[in-house]
Structure formats: structure tokens, C-alpha cells
């Protein structure tokens, strides 16, 4: 949950991404990376194999700014997205504000998708969350590729709640931001409330 | 939840940089700080500027979380002490209070025996600091008195936050 610091007056949360493996989680952090002021963000952390795959997680703190007096930072973290990598991943969810689930928009990724949502869920629970209660988005990636399934269809099958979704794809950018507002919204008006 | 929203106010923030400050001393430390288990920084003293601490933060917490998963495989409930030794820098982390995580970074001009008995000493004292912060954060929120900077936030405000 987040940290409230009334003597430095600070906010700090912490957003997951969360998806199957190579769904492009870590191309959000380098994109968001990239295109933040240099003021604005620390230094990104990656923990990643040989092969480029994330081992434990991606790490970005972003301080986004003032609000109401406060300086308000979201530390963005990556879960490792293979199969194997489960216990990671239910530790990189402690104490986590939000969620982005990143889907992998290519057809032949559907059951991973599913699979990874429903990873999602249980490793939430194990951790005391429910994942319809706390500030949750989804983002439909690779729309750029050519064996995609629709948006409908995604929407049925990853998103039956009626989250915000978005689609997007990483590697140019489109719908990156997007994503990231909206989960720091719904994390801020979460916190509006009191939670 | 298990974890509940940690609040930090003036006094306790004050109360647990003079620990620090203390603890720095006394155990001839580089850098102190202390860490939620969540990742974020809470507050640190000493050669700070030298160091990334939001990403020592992180990692650091990462590794507590690590830790405590191999903990548990092996039936322990936590490992409350790590330590690592560099070559020249060495670090000291320990769980203090259940939640809080204290690092010192040393290098030789202290030892690992002088840093554990001081750390022991100081996390005593940040223990009660803590858990005094906690029934604060418990009476505030049963009471309703919260005075949460929040409360009167608007779209727009968020929406500055991206401009």
C-alpha cells in the first residue's frame, strides 16, 4: 500500500505490470523511461538473464509532480512473465497500489493470456488483495502486428469487469502513456477515498 | 489487508532521524537508512547524496522479499538478518519491527560485530517509535481524523499531473 510521509510531504505508490512472458512489460518501463524528463525519473533497474528476460523484476521510479502539496512518485515494477518464475512474482506484488495487466495481443498468446490473469487473480488473493476491488487496467499490446484478435474478442475474454483497456503497442509508444494515467487515477482517487 | 497504509507525521519522522543519526555514529556507518517493506524510502542519514537510494530502496526490499521466500521453503518464518560483504563496502540489513527494513552501509573503518550491537540497540528504540506510529495511524482512522491531503483532489489536479 502506499506511503504517506506528512513530515517530507511525499506520496509514493507502486504500480505492477503484470502479463505473460514476452507480452512487452518491460518495453512499457523503457518507453515511459525514455520519454520522462530527466528530472522526473530515477535510474531504471533491470534484472533480467542473459537472454534479456526478466529474472525478478524492472523497476522505474517516476516523480510525477506536486498535488495539493505533496510530491506524488509511483514506482512502476515488472513481474518476470514465465511460468516458472511464480514465487517472484507473488513477492513483487507485496504491498502494490495498482495493476496494469499487459496482454499480448497475437493470436497464438490467448492462453497464455488467460492463464496470466488468472495468475493474476490467485497471487493477488495469496497477498490479501482482490483484484475486482483494487485500482486495475488492461492493456491490449502488439496491436501493430498482423495475427491479431480483436478488441471485442480480448475484451471478452480479459477484461469481462469492464476495466478501463487499452490497446497499444510498446515498442512505438502508442498507448503507453495512456495506460499509465489511467492506473495512477485510479490509484489517487482510490487514495481520495481513504483506502 | 495484511500490509495497511503506512503514515508518517512529524514527530515520529523527527524521533527516527535522531535513532538514526544516533546509530550512524555510533557504529562509525557511511549511510543509514530505512526502508518499507513495499520498496520506498522512508528517511536516511549520512553520505546519501552518494548513493541512488530510491533504487538501494527497491532492491533492498526485494531482497528482504527473496529472502523471506527462501525462508520459507525451509520452514523459518523470516531471516531477520542479512548481511553482505564487499570489498570494501559492506551492508547490514535487518527487519525492524515486522515491516521497516534497516540498512547500514560500512566500510572499514567500522566492523560487523561494533554495527550488529548498535543496530540491535537502535532497533529497540524504532521498534517503539513504530509501534506508537501504528496505533496513531489505527486511532486517526477509527476516529476519522485522518486530514487527508486527498480528500478534496479533482480530475484536473490529476490531470496536471501528466501535462
Same mark, same amino acid.
Given at each position: 500500500? &502506499?506511503f504517506i510521509?506528512?513530515?517530507?510531504?511525499?506520496?509514493?505508490?507502486k504500480?505492477?505490470?503484470?502479463g505473460?512472458?514476452?507480452?512487452?512489460?518491460?518495453?512499457?518501463?523503457? /518507453?515511459? /523511461?525514455?520519454?520522462?524528463?530527466?528530472?522526473?525519473k530515477?535510474?531504471?533497474?533491470?534484472?533480467?538473464t542473459?537472454?534479456?528476460?526478466?529474472?525478478?523484476?524492472d523497476?522505474l521510479?517516476?516523480a510525477l509532480? *506536486?498535488?495539493?502539496?505533496f510530491k506524488?512518485?509511483?514506482h512502476? /515494477?515488472?513481474?518476470p512473465?514465465?511460468?516458472?518464475?511464480d514465487?517472484s512474482r507473488?513477492?513483487?506484488?507485496?504491498?502494490?497500489d495498482?495493476v496494469v495487466f499487459?496482454?499480448? !495481443?497475437?493470436?497464438?498468446?490467448?492462453?497464455?493470456n488467460i492463464?496470466s490473469?488468472?495468475n493474476?487473480?490467485?497471487?493477488?488473493i495469496?497477498?490479501?488483495?482482490d483484484?475486482d476491488?483494487i485500482?486495475?487496467?488492461?492493456?491490449y499490446?502488439?496491436?501493430?502486428?498482423?495475427? @491479431?484478435?480483436s478488441? *471485442?474478442?480480448?475484451?471478452? *475474454?480479459?477484461?469481462?469487469?469492464?476495466?478501463?483497456?487499452?490497446e497499444a503497442?510498446?515498442?512505438?509508444?502508442?498507448?503507453?502513456?495512456e495506460?499509465l494515467?489511467a492506473i495512477?487515477k485510479?490509484?489517487?482517487f482510490d487514495?481520495k477515498?481513504?483506502k | 489487508? &495484511?500490509?495497511?497504509?503506512?503514515?508518517? /507525521?512529524?514527530?515520529?519522522? $523527527?524521533q527516527?532521524?535522531v535513532?538514526?543519526d544516533k546509530?550512524?555514529r %555510533?557504529?562509525?556507518?557511511k549511510?543509514?537508512f530505512?526502508?518499507?517493506?513495499?520498496?520506498?524510502l522512508i528517511?536516511?542519514?549520512g553520505e546519501?547524496e552518494?548513493?541512488?537510494?530510491?533504487?538501494?530502496?527497491?532492491l533492498?526490499?526485494?531482497n528482504i522479499a527473496?529472502?523471506?521466500?527462501?525462508a520459507?521453503?525451509?520452514?523459518?518464518?523470516?531471516? !531477520?538478518?542479512?548481511?553482505h560483504?564487499g %570489498?570494501?563496502?559492506n551492508l547490514h540489513?535487518?527487519?525492524?519491527?515486522?515491516?521497516?527494513?534497516?540498512?547500514?552501509?560500512?566500510?572499514?573503518? &567500522?566492523s560487523?560485530?561494533l @554495527?550488529?550491537?548498535?543496530?540491535?540497540k537502535a532497533? %529497540?528504540?524504532?521498534?517503539?517509535?513504530?509501534?506508537?506510529?501504528?496505533?496513531?495511524n489505527?486511532? $486517526?482512522e477509527?476516529?476519522?481524523? &485522518? *486530514?487527508f491531503p486527498f480528500?478534496e483532489i479533482t480530475?484536473d489536479?490529476?490531470d496536471n499531473?501528466?501535462?
Amino acid at each position: 500500500m &502506499s506511503f504517506i510521509n506528512y513530515a517530507s510531504r511525499e506520496i509514493n505508490c507502486k504500480i505492477v505490470y503484470y502479463g505473460p512472458g514476452l507480452c512487452g512489460k518491460t518495453t512499457n518501463l523503457q /518507453y515511459v /523511461y525514455q520519454k520522462t524528463a530527466a528530472d522526473a525519473k530515477g535510474k531504471m533497474i533491470s534484472l533480467a538473464t542473459e537472454t534479456e528476460r526478466t529474472l525478478f523484476f524492472d523497476f522505474l521510479p517516476l516523480a510525477l509532480g *506536486e498535488i495539493r502539496g505533496f510530491k506524488t512518485r509511483f514506482h512502476l /515494477y515488472t513481474v518476470p512473465g514465465q511460468v516458472f518464475y511464480d514465487a517472484s512474482r507473488k513477492l513483487i506484488l507485496k504491498g502494490v497500489d495498482g495493476v496494469v495487466f499487459v496482454a499480448d !495481443s497475437q493470436e497464438e498468446r490467448m492462453d497464455a493470456n488467460i492463464e496470466s490473469v488468472e495468475n493474476l487473480r490467485i497471487n493477488l488473493i495469496e497477498q490479501g488483495y482482490d483484484l475486482d476491488k483494487i485500482p486495475y487496467v488492461v492493456q491490449y499490446n502488439k496491436r501493430d502486428l498482423p495475427n @491479431v484478435v480483436s478488441v *471485442e474478442e480480448l475484451r471478452r *475474454e480479459l477484461n469481462p469487469t469492464n476495466v478501463p483497456d487499452f490497446e497499444a503497442c510498446a515498442t512505438t509508444g502508442e498507448g503507453v502513456f495512456e495506460t499509465l494515467k489511467a492506473i495512477a487515477k485510479l490509484i489517487l482517487f482510490d487514495l481520495k477515498k481513504g483506502k | 489487508m &495484511s500490509n495497511p497504509q503506512l503514515i508518517m /507525521y512529524d514527530e515520529e519522522f $523527527k524521533q527516527i532521524n535522531v535513532v538514526l543519526d544516533k546509530l550512524l555514529r %555510533e557504529a562509525n556507518a557511511k549511510v543509514i537508512f530505512l526502508v518499507d517493506k513495499n520498496g520506498q524510502l522512508i528517511t536516511g542519514c549520512g553520505e546519501t547524496e552518494r548513493f541512488d537510494t530510491t533504487s538501494l530502496a527497491s532492491l533492498t526490499a526485494g531482497n528482504i522479499a527473496a529472502t523471506g521466500g527462501l525462508a520459507k521453503l525451509i520452514g523459518e518464518k523470516e531471516f !531477520s538478518i542479512l548481511f553482505h560483504e564487499g %570489498e570494501k563496502d559492506n551492508l547490514h540489513i535487518s527487519i525492524v519491527a515486522g515491516r521497516v527494513i534497516l540498512v547500514v552501509l560500512f566500510d572499514t573503518r &567500522s566492523s560487523l560485530g561494533l @554495527v550488529r550491537l548498535r543496530v540491535k540497540k537502535a532497533s %529497540e528504540e524504532l521498534t517503539a517509535i513504530f509501534n506508537r506510529l501504528l496505533q496513531k495511524n489505527e486511532e $486517526k482512522e477509527k476516529s476519522g481524523d &485522518s *486530514e487527508f491531503p486527498f480528500a478534496e483532489i479533482t480530475d484536473d489536479d490529476i490531470d496536471n499531473l501528466f501535462s
